[in-house]
Each structure stands twice: as C-alpha cells, then as structure tokens.
C-alpha cells in the first residue's frame, strides 16, 4: 500500500521576499539619494529625526556623501542644522506639552519603567551633567529624541542645550563626511559589501542607547 506524505507548496521565484516596515521605511529613506532632493530630503529626515523620526540621518548622509564627495561638508553643514533644530522642537514638545497635555500621566501610567522616581532620578542626572548628556547623545547612537524631550520636561538650560547640541551633532555629522571624503572609495566598498550588517548594527547601538538611559540613570 502506497503512503501518501503532504508535500508544501514550492515558493514563487518571481515573487520578492516580504520586507517588513522598518525595511521598507529604510529604503524609502535610501531612495533620496538618486532624486535631485536629497539635500531636502536629509535636513528634513535630520529635524524629525531628533525628535520622533526612527531611522537616523546618517544612513542618508552617507549615500550622499559617497555620491558627491565634492559636497561632503555641505550635506554635514544642512544635516546639523536641520537637526539641531529638530532638538529645539523636541525641548518644546518636553517644556511646553508634558504638563498642558496629561503625557506626563499618559507615561507614568504606560509606559514601562517611567515612573515618579525614575524621572526625579533622571532630572538629577539633568542638573549635576546636564552639558554632558546632551553631548553624549548628540554624538553617539544614544536616542537623541529621548534627551531631547526630557530636557524640556527637566527646564534645564537653554543656552546650554542648544551649545551641547550644535557641538554634539556637528562632530557626529562631520565626522563622517571627513571619513568619506578622506576615504571614500575603500569606505564605498565596505559599505557595498556589508551595508545591511552596518546597518543591523547601528540599529543595535540605537536599542542599546536606549538600554543604557535605563540601567544608568
């Protein structure tokens, strides 16, 4: 007697693999590059990144970069910029809307680990290194969003953001259009070859900032 044994439906060559939304949002992102827009496109992606916006600017930055080395420093000029703005948007989100709107209660309620006590620890952080941790997150994979909002929620010293921030964002930025332009072409082929693990592990410094505000604060 012949067995018969279920056999699964072969997948369709033709048919692309399904991208999930940060994938897709990630090549939205990376598709500026090949547009006449990219500069825009890069001061805007800067603005809402420092405040809401999850994929950061230097994906974007890179592409143009290794497109124009000639305008490396313009594109870390614009995307400063833009997001030293975006940083100000995000104080006045914290300064202005926490107490007026009820999201300091929408995150003591919901959000996990935010509570009463976390916050008064992290708003004596704010005044014992305020310079310090605007800094580090404006030049490292540390949320800058994050610091951005609770430095309003915290009223800590304007003047003082806006000089940590412009310092902070400018290095990062121009760091790497200096790497790409000094280097460019031995970079381009490290990012040809391995583009998706660099990428994989920015996103990975990205979750471990946001790990590190958790565990030191």
Same mark, same amino acid.
């Given at each position: &007697? ?8 072969? !997948? ?30 890069? !001061?805007?992606?800067? %603005? ?27 594109? +870390? ?14 104080? +006045?989100? #914290? ?20 509570? @009463?006590?976390?916050?008064? $620890? ?5 005044? @014992? ?5 605007? %800094? ?14 609770? +430095? #309003? ?11 940590? !921030? ?12 200096? &790497?790409?332009? *000094?280097? #460019?072409?031995?970079? $381009? *082929? ?5 583009? #998706? ?7 990975? &410094? ?12």
């Amino acid at each position: &007697m012949n067995s018969s044994s279920p056999t699964s439906k072969p !997948s369709d060559p033709t048919k692309p693999p399904r991208r999930g939304p940060l994938k897709r949002l990630y090549d939205w992102v990376m598709h500026w590059a090949d547009t006449p827009y990219g500069t825009p496109a890069l !001061s805007v992606m800067s %603005f809402a990144e420092s405040s809401f916006f999850p994929i950061p600017p230097d994906v974007l930055l890179i592409a143009l970069c290794l497109g124009d080395r000639a305008r490396a420093f313009r594109f +870390a000029f614009w995307c400063s910029v833009a997001s030293v703005l975006g940083g100000l948007a995000g104080y +006045a989100i #914290g300064a202005l809307l926490w107490d007026t709107t009820g999201l300091d209660e929408f995150f003591f309620t919901y959000v996990p680990g935010f509570t @009463q006590e976390v916050f008064d $620890k992290v708003k004596l952080q704010y005044e @014992q290194y305020n310079f310090w941790i605007v %800094f580090v997150a404006a030049f490292t994979p540390i949320p800058y969003k994050v610091i951005t909002i609770t +430095a #309003g929620i915290c009223d800590i010293s304007l003047p003082m953001f806006l000089l940590a !921030s412009v310092i902070g964002r400018s290095a990062r930025f121009y760091l790497v259009a200096f &790497m790409l332009w *000094r280097y #460019g072409e031995p970079v $381009k *082929r490290v990012l040809d070859k391995h583009l #998706g693990w660099i990428t994989f592990a920015v996103a990975a &410094m990205g979750i471990g900032g946001f790990l590190a505000i958790k565990y030191l604060v």
